[in-house]
C-alpha cells in the first residue's frame, strides 16, 4: 500500500505535479478542506498542529474538495488565498478534487479502502441527517475535514471523522505513535 499510495499523481494547489512520495519517511495528516464549511475555522487547528510537529517528521496535506453542499466554490487561486490571509495555512495544499462518488480521485480511493470506517463516526453523520442531509456509507468519506494520517511506511495508520478536532486526544495519539515508528 505504500508505495502505491506515494505513486498516485498529484497537482499542488499552484498546478505543479506531484506525488506523495515527496513526502516519504514523513507522517502525513491528508484532510478534504473546504473554505465555506461549518468546519473551516479547523484550519487554523491544522496549522497550529502543524507548525508544533513538522520538525518531529508531521506534514499536513490539504486537499480542496467541492463534494459537500458546494462549500469549496472557489479556484485553487481564491483557495490559496483564502488560507494563506484569513487562518495563515503554510502546510501544502493540493488542487481541488473529488473525494467522494464515481470521481473519487485515484488518492481517496486508496485512503477510503485502507481505512474504511473513521473513528468517532457518528455524531456528525446524525447532526447532517437531522438536517435532512443524506451522507454516503462507509468507506464513503462523510464530509469536509476529515482525516487521514498516514506513517512513514506511506500505511494508513488512522482516518478520523470530520467533526473530530486536530487537537483531539486521539489525533495527538495516534500522530504520537506514527511519529515514533521507523520509515
Request: glycine share 10%; net charge negative; with cysteine.
Amino acid at each position: 500500500m505504500g508505495e502505491a499510495i506515494y505513486d498516485i499523481p498529484l497537482k499542488t494547489i499552484d498546478g505543479a505535479p506531484t506525488k506523495l512520495s515527496d513526502y516519504a519517511g514523513k507522517v502525513m495528516l491528508v484532510v478534504n478542506v473546504a473554505s465555506k464549511c461549518g468546519l473551516t475555522p479547523q484550519y487554523e487547528g491544522l496549522e497550529a498542529l502543524y507548525r508544533k510537529r513538522r520538525d518531529e517528521g508531521l506534514t499536513v496535506l490539504g486537499f480542496p474538495a467541492n463534494n459537500f453542499r458546494g462549500q469549496e466554490p472557489g479556484t485553487e487561486a481564491e483557495i490559496a488565498e483564502f488560507c494563506s490571509t484569513t487562518y495563515g495555512v503554510d502546510f501544502p495544499m493540493f488542487e481541488k478534487i473529488s473525494v467522494a462518488g464515481s470521481d473519487k480521485h485515484p488518492l481517496y480511493d486508496a485512503l477510503t479502502k485502507a481505512r474504511p470506517q473513521a473513528d468517532g463516526d457518528g455524531p456528525m453523520r446524525e447532526r447532517l441527517k437531522g438536517f435532512g442531509i443524506e451522507t454516503g456509507d462507509a468507506p464513503e468519506v462523510v464530509w469536509n475535514f476529515e482525516k487521514f494520517l498516514v506513517g512513514r511506511d506511506g500505511k494508513v495508520a488512522a482516518r478520523f471523522a470530520p467533526d473530530v478536532a486536530p487537537d483531539d486526544p486521539r489525533v495527538t495519539a495516534a500522530i504520537d505513535k506514527a511519529l515514533a515508528q521507523p520509515a
